[in-house]
């Protein structure tokens, strides 16, 4: 079965330092993999996706992930984090052609 | 607006109960899903839609559970005899084709339930 893992339930981070917020899974054949950001009080917002390609996976505001096969990881990051970052960031892999299956989620707060 | 809607925002319910919560998609969009999301959780789905017909039901936890989208666009969620269990915020989100691999899912914000 597919599956993602979040190891950390809340990553803390100062404004203007360098953020990570880690993702690994377990898929078998060629993993399709996501990262959704949300914000209070409002739906998932698509980050980036990780298809086929590239490693390093740019998306938006500022976000990148780096998909890493031999350590089955998909990290999430940002060289400088804003306060307005802080947020519940999602990881996911694609069961099938159509469904995301979430990982429970981290609480990233950036600090000022 | 131009996104997607579910109403009502706050649902709060008696265990037993009866309710609908409902879904606008972005229009022209054919796919259609729900998801529930528990407290401290990533969202969980329950059931796909492509155009009128449930593509994919396997999601929906047992038979109280129910979802339609007569006319291809506005969907319906439906939950009989509601149990506190049932208490989550349901998400929505619709997709120009269906094929995730190439498409993007827009979320709206979400029912939450309460049931008491």
């Known amino acids: 079965a597919q599956s993602v893992a979040q190891p950390e339930d809340q990553v803390n981070v100062a404004e203007g330092n360098p953020l990570t917020v880690k993702c690994t899974y377990s898929?078998?054949?060629?993993?399709?993999l996501f990262w959704y950001v949300q914000y209070p009080n409002r739906g998932l917002q698509f980050l980036l996706k990780?298809?086929?390609?590239?490693?390093l996976v740019k998306g938006s505001y500022g976000f990148e992930a780096e998909f890493n096969k031999s350590q089955t990881s998909f990290h999430l990051k940002k060289p400088s984090a804003l306060v307005s970052d802080s947020a519940l960031y999602f990881c996911?892999?694609?069961?099938?052609?159509?469904?995301?299956?979430f990982g429970r989620g981290t609480s990233l707060i950036v600090h000022p | 607006g131009a996104g997607v809607s579910q109403t009502p925002s706050n649902k709060v319910t008696e265990k037993g109960k009866y309710v609908e919560l409902r879904c606008d998609p972005i229009?022209?969009?054919?796919?259609l899903y729900w998801y529930r999301q528990s407290l401290g959780q990533g969202p969980e789905f329950l059931i796909y839609?492509?155009?009128?017909?449930?593509?994919?039901d396997s999601g929906l936890p047992n038979d109280r559970f129910f979802a339609v989208r007569p006319e291809g666009s506005v969907s319906t969620l439906k939950i009989q005899r509601t149990e506190r269990g049932d208490s989550a915020v349901y998400l929505c989100?619709?997709?120009?084709?269906?094929?995730?691999?190439?498409?993007?899912?827009?979320f709206g914000p979400g029912t939450r339930l309460t049931v008491l």
């Open positions: 989100a619709s997709s120009f084709w269906g094929d995730t691999s190439t498409d993007t899912q827009y």
């Open positions: 898929v078998s054949g060629n993993p399709y």
């Open positions: 990780y298809i086929t390609g590239d490693n």
């Open positions: 996911a892999v694609l069961r099938g052609s159509y469904i995301p299956t």
């Open positions: 229009s022209g969009h054919t796919a």
């Open positions: 839609f492509q155009g009128t017909g449930a593509a994919d």
